[in-house]
């Protein structure tokens, strides 16, 4: 007997793949005269229907011999990390020539070596900005 469309509807109520419903054999005419989704919950509840448990694969775990100096940065990091210390940098700049501690020329100046990625920290911008004034 074809019960394709019996295993169809049982996957679709019990929301597995067809490929996972098994009929018990001794049961098999109970399950034929299912015809709604009630009837095929009731038969999974007492055993005429059995759903097969999903098949892994084992997962194989390839290593890479990556020495350090061929471990690289994405390139999207560097220029987040470029963008914000160049923020913070010409923002603390403005700062200081609102303040009257730097005047437009040397704000023209420090604005290029910031571009030039002259300064790594705004500790170092500090530093500069002390020497300056000696």
Do not use: C, H
């Amino acid at each position: 007997m074809n019960l394709s469309k019996k295993k169809e509807l049982a996957a679709r109520t019990l929301k597995v793949g067809k490929g996972r419903i098994v009929f018990v054999k001794e049961r098999l005419d109970e399950v034929k005269e299912a015809i709604t989704k009630q009837d095929i919950r009731d038969l999974k509840k007492d055993g005429a229907i059995l759903v097969k448990n999903i098949q892994g694969r084992k997962k194989v775990n390839t290593r890479t011999n990556r020495s350090p100096g061929n471990v690289r940065k994405k390139v999207n990091t560097r220029k987040q990390d470029y963008v914000k210390m160049t923020r913070k940098l010409r923002g603390y700049t403005k700062e200081m020539n609102s303040l009257g501690k730097v005047s437009d020329e040397e704000v023209k100046e420090i604005r290029k070596k910031i571009r030039n990625r002259q300064f790594k920290s705004k500790a170092n911008l500090k530093e500069y900005i002390g020497g300056l004034k000696k």
